[in-house]
């Protein structure tokens, strides 16, 4: 079965420090990756996403993430924090599986915290 | 306002007693998804619907149960048999077949007492 690590569950950052949260997956076939946000109160909402093409990929607010396929990974990085990024991240993939049709699987979140 | 609504925010209900979570959506979406988030534990995949009248089991669906009679609208029935209902459910939608971006509803936070 498909699966999704995401390596830190709990990150503090103090304000304009660089961001790289680690998002691994265990899949060989073609997928669909996403990271997604939860700011405190809100819905869950879509960052960014990769399907296809240039696998560096650029989001809402100044975040990116690189998917690396010899590496089955998909890690989101910000050059430089805000208070206001304070939310937890869900990174997410798509994948086909057995028996037909796709499946989306969550990681479990970082709770990201950055401090003034 | 295009967007996908879930009601109640919160809900309170006793232990043994079904309750069921409304999702609506106006996006004109085919596919519709029921989650539960749990603290570390991410969101995990209860039921998902691809079209009207038609829907699959996901990885929890155990105590669980939906519907899709419309297009717009893929309530939630929490029964008596699920063992640990407390929790918060996610609804979402996507254009077609969940290979596709799924959109989310602000979620209904259920404590069973």
């Known amino acids: 079965a498909q699966s999704v690590s995401q390596h830190n569950h709990h990150v503090i950052l103090s304000e304009a420090a660089s961001l790289e949260l680690g998002c691994n997956y265990s899949?060989?076939?073609?997928?669909?990756l996403f990271w997604y946000v939860q700011y405190p109160g809100q819905h869950l909402q879509l960052l960014l996403k990769?399907?296809?093409?240039?696998?560096l990929v650029k989001g809402i607010k100044g975040f990116e993430a690189e998917f690396i396929k010899s590496k089955f990974s998909f890690n989101l990085r910000k050059p430089s924090v805000q208070w206001s990024d304070t939310a937890e991240y869900f990174c997410?993939?798509?994948?086909?599986?057995?028996?037909?049709?796709?499946?989306?699987?969550f990681g479990t979140g970082t709770q990201l915290k950055v401090e003034l | 306002d295009g967007g996908i609504t879930q009601s109640p925010k919160y809900l309170f209900r006793k232990e043994g007693q079904n309750v069921t979570l409304s999702c609506e959506q106006n996006l004109n979406h085919d596919a519709m998804y029921w989650y539960r988030q749990d603290p570390g534990q991410g969101l995990r995949l209860i039921y998902y619907s691809q079209i009207v009248n038609d829907f699959q089991k996901g990885d929890i669906a155990e105590g669980y149960s939906v519907s899709r009679e419309k297009k717009e609208s893929f309530p939630l029935t929490v029964t008596s048999a699920q063992k640990n209902p407390t929790a918060f459910y996610l609804c979402?939608?996507?254009?077609?077949?969940?290979?596709?971006?799924?959109?989310f509803g602000p979620g209904t936070r259920l404590t069973v007492l």
């Open positions: 979402a939608s996507s254009i077609r077949p969940p290979a596709d971006t799924q959109y």
């Open positions: 997410a993939v798509n994948a086909r599986v057995t028996g037909g049709g796709n499946k989306l699987t």
């Open positions: 990769y399907f296809s093409g240039d696998p």
């Open positions: 899949y060989g076939g073609t997928v669909n």
